[in-house]
């Protein structure tokens, strides 16, 4: 079986640009800064190979406009493929902390994660060599139900996370929650995830199924929504991009979630390229005194 090739061996270069060029015009009203993030997992948890592909075919689509982000990178995965780790730090991009393992906060105690997160920070700092001081809850699992991780990973020695959608959601989210930067009483900041609002609805559209299946006029209209928005990012997984495996993994999912995971992957590299058209992207680490400047308090309880 060849390697992946992503959307790259599918689509002519003049119809990428097109599509990237066409992609720019929704996202016309997003402020000039923002910070790409990827959350590094593999959609096979046994085959890792797609996984390492794809995510340097989106440091080369990042760097192509002369801009770094941060990589949210899962411990077992930096276990195994300590050279994209430091692949990663070697191009300039921040290496942050996607848990050891891609399991739900609410799913641990304290001290489990504790301990977890010790080991994989260790790790990602190691083969790094600089601080680790992000985290993101996989599958943005930072929850009212799980509000007692937000001391565990100040503990750990995060000085913040992105792991909250200030939003209902069908998965986890945290009605309430501010949309904006915000500390919890243990001193982490924590950077939400960017929502489009949709009546009581808040959809994170700068990432994930949601970029990939919102259809423009709706891109457009959530972009307007977050002209003035604090902290502005985008996130993707590698997965998101390779369009010629797509499907090859997650049998953990139901049908339904596998189908929706598996298609339209083709417009997620020129959506993310038309994002990035005319912005700066910086990780989160070099903007991290500007976000915490009058970031409130949150005293979110369970």
């Given at each position: 079986?060849t ?12 119809g ?22 990827v ?46 780790v ?23 105690s304290p ?23 992000g ?9 009212r ?41 243990s ?16 959809l ?7 970029l990939?299946?919102l259809p423009?006029?709706?891109l ?11 902290g ?27 189908l ?10 020129p ?21 915490a ?9 369970l």
């Amino acid at each position: 079986m060849t390697a992946s090739t992503g959307y790259q061996g599918y689509q002519a270069p003049s119809g990428q640009t097109r599509a990237a060029t066409g992609a720019a015009r929704l996202f016309a009203e997003l402020p000039a800064e923002l910070t790409f993030t990827v959350d590094v997992e593999p959609e096979n948890p046994v085959d890792d190979r797609d996984c390492v592909i794809m995510t340097r075919r989106l440091m080369d689509l990042l760097e192509a406009g002369g801009g770094h982000g941060t990589f949210f990178i899962l411990g077992v995965l930096a276990a195994r493929r300590p050279d994209l780790v430091q692949e990663i730090a070697a191009r300039g991009h921040e290496v942050a902390c996607h848990g050891l393992y891609h399991r739900a906060l609410e799913h641990g105690s304290p001290a489990t994660l504790l301990a977890e997160l010790t080991e994989a920070k260790r790790l990602l700092e190691d083969l790094s060599g600089r601080p680790v001081l992000g985290f993101r809850a996989p599958m943005f699992s930072l929850t009212r139900r799980s509000a007692w991780a937000a001391a565990v990973l100040t503990e750990a020695g995060f000085r913040y996370s992105s792991s909250v959608v200030p939003a209902w959601n069908p998965m986890h989210g945290w009605p309430g929650a501010p949309r904006r930067p915000f500390r919890f009483a243990s001193g982490l900041l924590e950077i939400p995830v960017p929502l489009g609002r949709l009546g009581p609805l808040g959809l994170p559209f700068l990432g994930g199924m949601y970029l990939r299946y919102l259809p423009p006029w709706r891109l457009r209209q959530f972009s307007e929504q977050n002209r003035d928005a604090q902290g502005l990012w985008s996130y993707c997984h590698p997965y998101d991009v390779d369009t010629a495996r797509a499907g090859a993994g997650h049998s953990d999912r139901g049908l339904l979630a596998r189908l929706f995971l598996r298609c339209n992957r083709d417009v997620a590299a020129p959506r993310l390229t038309g994002l990035l058209d005319g912005r700066q992207s910086r990780p989160f680490v070099e903007r991290l005194d500007q976000l915490a400047a009058d970031a409130p308090l949150f005293a979110g309880r369970l």
